[in-house]
């Protein structure tokens, strides 16, 4: 991957001979916002370095817990929720038996995955595993009025804690995990692990790419994500 790149024409004589031109803009304009395409040239170019990094990585630990869950039609293990795939990627929702209402920012997202969640699992198995019981999640899911997400109960909630859904303390975080099956052994492939630590000053820990369209267009726009808005179950 690296020796390819190595070969590509520089970001900044892409942007240069890039032929887009707005109705009326002047030429700071212009000159600025080459200067922009050349860094999401970039940008662009390394977040394939870091998926190819990420695709490279060595065998992750093997699941070796015994992992109950309950999902709509009925329970599962561990290796059920794969289903016919032999990648599996789940996130641990922000809705355990505490909470009145579900994470207003997991449900953004989720609403957001249940658009591409047929799409996904083309490929891959997608899931979403939270502590309540399943009644209150499918309740919740036909109140959203999703169709495609599979949403499952994390019964004694030994996965939220391995996985980093549950801290020791309590407190829910959300998770993404993936996972792998190779010859009926089940390892971690990867998990998002910018948690607050990681974050840079003034910022919210979020990892990169973020996995959520609603901050991928406000970055697009002059005020970009703002200071102090998060999103609401409703309006």
Known sequence: MDAQIDTLTPAAELARDNPVRVPNESAAYRAARTAL????????????RVAA??????????????????????PADFAGLFGDKQTLVL???????????????????????????????????????????????TAWKRERG?????????????YSRDYFGLLPDGSE?????????????????????????????????RGAPDPA?????LDCTPDGRGEDWYPKLEY
Do not use: K
């Not at 395409?37 to 394939?48: D, G, S």
């Not at 990585?57 to 817990?65: A, D, F, M, Q, Y």
């Not at 692990?193 to 919210?204: C, I, N, S, V």
């Not at 369209?213 to 267009?217: A, H, I, K, Q, S």
């Open 173 to 205: 975080i959300p998770a993404l995990n993936v996972f792998t099956r190779h010859d009926g052994t089940i390892r971690h492939f990867w998990s998002g692990e910018m948690t607050g630590p990681t974050a840079d000053p003034g910022q919210d820990p």
């Open 37 to 48: 395409l050349a860094q999401e040239i970039e940008l662009r170019r390394n977040i394939e």
């Open 91 to 137: 996130y641990s929702y922000m809705f355990g038996p505490q909470r009145e209402r579900p994470c207003p920012m997991c449900t953004n997202l989720l609403g957001a995955w249940e658009g591409n969640a047929a799409d996904i699992g083309q490929r891959v198995s997608l899931a979403v595993v939270a502590r309540s019981p399943i009644e209150r999640l």
């Open 53 to 74: 990094q990420r695709r490279a990585l060595p065998p992750g630990g093997e699941v070796t817990g015994d992992y109950r869950f309950e999902g709509e039609n009925g």
């Open 146 to 158: 999703w169709r495609n997400l599979r949403l499952y109960a994390d019964l004694d909630g030994a």
């Open 213 to 217: 369209p609603l901050w991928m267009v």
